[in-house]
T-cell receptor
């Protein structure tokens, strides 16, 4: 069965620090990869997604992620975080074959940015 | 924001009672999903639908049933609620399944006493 693992459960950074959140998945076939963000009290929103092509994907609010197929990884990065980035971040994967779109989520990483 | 509403937004119920949560969309998307969110588990798929009257199980479907009689509505029913079903429930929609972004509703916080 597919699974997604996020290595960091709780990250605390100061404003302007750089961010990297790890995400690894277990599935040998074609995958579609996503990062979602959940701000306090809000629903999930898409940050970025990878389907094919350039493995470096840019998303909203200055976030980017790099798909490294050989490492089964899709790490999220941001060069300089802001207090408003405080949120929970979820990595998710869906099989590239079939058409159900079932997402498998990682456990989530809570990011706290100190002003 | 995608037109997705969930009702109720909050519910407290007792063990053994039936509970139905409703997801309503105005986007005419074909795919609809129910997830539950629990600390340390992220979101886990309960059931999903790929069209009217077409549904299938997700990874944590035990104790839940769903129905979709119209494109816009996807109902999640807990036949006999248990305390382990205390959670936040999110509905999501997608235009065409795999490879497409899922848009999430605001969530329903359910507490089973």
């Amino acid at each position: 069965a597919q699974s997604v693992s996020q290595h960091n459960h709780h990250v605390i950074l100061s404003e302007a620090a750089s961010l990297e959140l790890g995400c690894n998945y277990s599935y040998g076939g074609t995958v579609n990869l996503f990062w979602y963000v959940q701000y306090p009290g809000q629903h999930l929103q898409l940050l970025l997604k990878y389907f094919s092509g350039d493995p470096l994907v840019k998303g909203i609010k200055g976030f980017e992620a790099e798909f490294i197929k050989s490492k089964f990884s899709f790490n999220l990065r941001k060069p300089s975080v802001q207090w408003s980035d405080t949120a929970e971040y979820f990595c998710a994967v869906t099989s590239g074959s079939g058409n159900t779109g079932k997402l498998i989520f990682g456990q989530g990483t809570t990011l706290q940015v100190k002003p | 924001d995608a037109g997705i509403t969930q009702s109720p937004r909050h519910k407290v119920t007792e063990t053994g009672t039936p509970v139905t949560l409703r997801c309503h969309q105005t986007e005419n998307h074909r795919y609809m999903y129910w997830y539950r969110q629990d600390p340390g588990h992220g979101l886990r798929l309960i059931h999903y639908s790929y069209g009217v009257k077409d549904t299938d199980k997700g990874e944590v479907s035990d104790g839940y049933s769903v129905s979709r009689s119209k494109t816009e509505d996807f109902l999640l029913t807990l036949e006999s609620a248990t305390s382990s079903q205390t959670s936040v429930y999110f509905c999501a929609i997608s235009e065409s399944g795999a490879g497409n972004e899922q848009f999430f509703g605001p969530g329903t916080r359910l507490t089973v006493l």
